[in-house]
């Protein structure tokens, strides 16, 4: 592969690298395309690198964005490559609320996302969530004009085809995750909450502690 340095940022390697080397896993969603152009369009800038595995080029994050500037005719995008194989703590689940338990019953493997991208047997749209031990949301304000314009590119083979009914139903489906994600959330907090209330109440009632953080100060 290709790459120019960009820059390192939390130790991370955030590259640049032409387009065509790297590989989507799973099929698109239209409307979510559409609504990633126009925004991309307004900005003219990424904002933020997509994720690829470094050995096989397959995109695990930001599949949408590199569809976005290849149909824009973008010849270069701003990467986070990482050594999927490498590090066991990037986890694949079903849904957002898979990145705090396993509420699909279903373990996905690093292996299957790799195979579709590198065979071209793509998965369906937003068929995986991929969990990082880093935060996938280094902003590097990246400007179109620096990525190489080039003629667009058809990127409708990465499409899933839907129909208008089918991207509402997403649309909608993707706010529930949302939902049930920040529904869980909120539960962790109060138990957390009550089980810090329940730690200070037995150090408050407990004489031996007491004498024990009275004598320490």
């Not at 387009?19 to 979510?32: F, N, Q, R, T, V």
């Not at 949302?178 to 200070?200: C, G, T, W």
Request: positive net charge; hydrophobic residues 40%; proline residues 5%.
């Amino acid at each position: 592969m290709t790459i120019v340095s960009l820059t390192e940022k939390s130790g991370l390697k955030i590259t640049i690298m032409p387009i065509d080397e790297l590989k989507p896993h799973e099929k698109g969603s239209p409307i979510y395309f559409e609504l990633l152009r126009q925004e991309i369009l307004e900005d003219r800038v990424l904002k933020y690198p997509i994720v690829a595995d470094e050995k096989s080029g397959v995109i695990l994050d930001g599949m949408h964005r590199w569809l976005v500037l290849r149909s824009l005719g973008y010849a270069l995008i701003p990467v986070i490559l990482v050594d999927a194989f490498q590090s066991p703590k990037i986890r694949v689940g079903r849904r957002r609320i898979d990145r705090y338990i396993n509420a699909s019953g279903e373990e996905i493997r690093l292996e299957t996302v790799i195979s579709a991208g590198v065979s071209g047997r793509l998965m369906k749209p937003r068929s995986t969530r991929h969990f990082f031990p880093f935060s996938k949301f280094q902003q590097v304000n990246c400007p179109l004009e620096s990525l190489m314009k080039r003629e667009p590119q058809d990127v409708s083979k990465y499409l899933a085809k839907m129909s208008e009914q089918e991207c509402f139903l997403a649309i909608a489906d993707w706010f529930k995750e949302i939902r049930e994600e920040l529904a869980f959330l909120a539960r962790r907090k109060e138990e957390v909450e009550n089980e810090m209330k329940e730690f200070a109440r037995r150090i408050c009632n407990n004489h031996a502690t007491r004498s024990f953080l009275q004598s320490v100060k």
